[in-house]
């Protein structure tokens, strides 16, 4: 949403699970947390790999580099004034975790360390979500 352009509230869009939206967002964060906390239950620890000479595909790099770029749209949104940079940018990085999300395997992934390398990229992603969501005056939920 830019507060340049003219929209029409629709009360039903604005609670969808689908699309530009903010329960959309905020499921896709309670749904990382609960593959967080299903990873605990499992006695999963994840906080170090003990080979980082993984391959990894180009969706998890494209992951990492949209990742790296939150702080650049961070400060281009304060110094243009313009939070809708914020929540376009946790949209997208939303909508390329939920096809990674669709497309890969965290869980039941057979190479532990690429399993716990998905689990801290989802972790991280979750952090970024939570973060900028925050900037914006939204929570996010761990469960929905």
Do not use: C, W
């Amino acid at each position: 949403v830019d507060p340049r352009k003219n929209m029409t509230f629709n009360p039903k869009e604005s609670i969808d699970f689908n699309g530009n939206t903010g329960p959309f967002i905020q499921y896709t964060h309670a749904r990382i947390k609960s593959v967080l906390r299903k990873a605990e239950e499992q006695d999963i620890d994840h906080s170090t790999l003990k080979n980082t000479d993984i391959k990894i595909t180009e969706k998890e790099n494209h992951l990492i580099q949209l990742i790296t770029e939150f702080p650049v749209i961070v400060k281009q949104a304060g110094d243009e004034f313009s939070p809708a940079l914020i929540a376009n940018f946790i949209y997208d990085l939303v909508k390329e975790y939920n096809q990674f999300y669709h497309d890969f395997s965290i869980l039941h992934e057979e190479n532990e360390d690429l399993r716990n390398f998905r689990l801290i990229v989802s972790e991280t992603i979750a952090n970024v979500i939570k973060t900028g969501m925050g900037l914006l005056g939204i929570e996010v939920p761990e469960r929905m």
